[in-house]
């Protein structure tokens, strides 16, 4: 049988999306690209624990690397960190054909438009991406809701706007190095789901999460 891919080379593998057998080049060349691989595909999950063991180095020209994020930022800022982790992974989980690069790009969205706040001059940098922007709205909101909480609890400290963007860029650079950067890759945002398997029952619920 033929690779109804490339019509070329023999097909020997069976490809859970496709529902029929294509070839082992195809499968390697086409996957998360053309090929919207299911997350428990056999030969994806041997291609992430490869990706894992042998990290690709972020492009040179990849947004935001120029800032240097506080060493001390993934500890100070621990539950702001998961409250965002959770709220992207129950984004997701309530839109199946998310992407690692719509997730990517709603973080830098959110990334750039808090670094604008830092310096007093607030600019919104929304993605062009259709769910990077319903991301941008979901976390966004959850931000708003933070800031309106701690309003309301005098005795606490104000989180600054500069600890919220180290938070954004934080989680956005783990995005990066979780990713392979393919088009349709999940590989970050499976990572984040497997972190939080609760927001896959709770997608439907709005979060409770009060960071102090």
């Known amino acids: 049988m033929t690779c109804p891919i ?13 529902g029929l057998k294509i070839c082992a080049i195809c499968c390697g060349t086409e996957r998360e690209v053309r090929i919207d691989c ?27 690397l120029d800032v240097e994020v506080p060493r001390d930022t993934v500890h100070t800022q621990q539950r702001l960190i998961a409250a965002l982790a959770f709220s992207v992974a129950k984004f997701c989980s309530a ?9 990517l790009a709603g973080l830098q969205a959110l990334a750039e438009t808090h670094r604008t706040l830092i310096s007093g001059i607030y600019y919104e940098r929304t993605p062009d991406r259709p769910l990077a922007r319903e991301l941008y709205a979901a976390v966004g909101a959850l931000l708003a ?3 309106k909480q701690q309003a309301q609890r005098s005795a606490t400290a104000a989180l600054r706007d500069i600890d919220l963007f180290h938070a954004l860029l934080f989680l956005y650079r783990m995005g990066l190095l979780r990713s392979n950067g393919r088009q349709k890759s999940r590989k970050f945002i499976e990572f984040l789901r497997a972190q939080f398997p609760q927001a896959e029952q709770l997608k439907q619920e709005e979060s409770r999460i009060i960071v102090p």
């Open 145 to 147: 809701e933070i800031k």
């Open 6 to 18: 490339c019509e070329k080379r023999k097909a020997v593998r069976f490809c859970p999306a496709k």
């Open 38 to 64: 299911p997350s428990d595909c056999a030969y994806l999950i041997a291609a992430h624990r490869y990706e894992d063991e042998h990290r690709r180095p972020i492009p040179s020209d990849t947004p935001l």
């Open 95 to 103: 839109q199946p054909t998310s992407s690692d690069l719509d997730v």
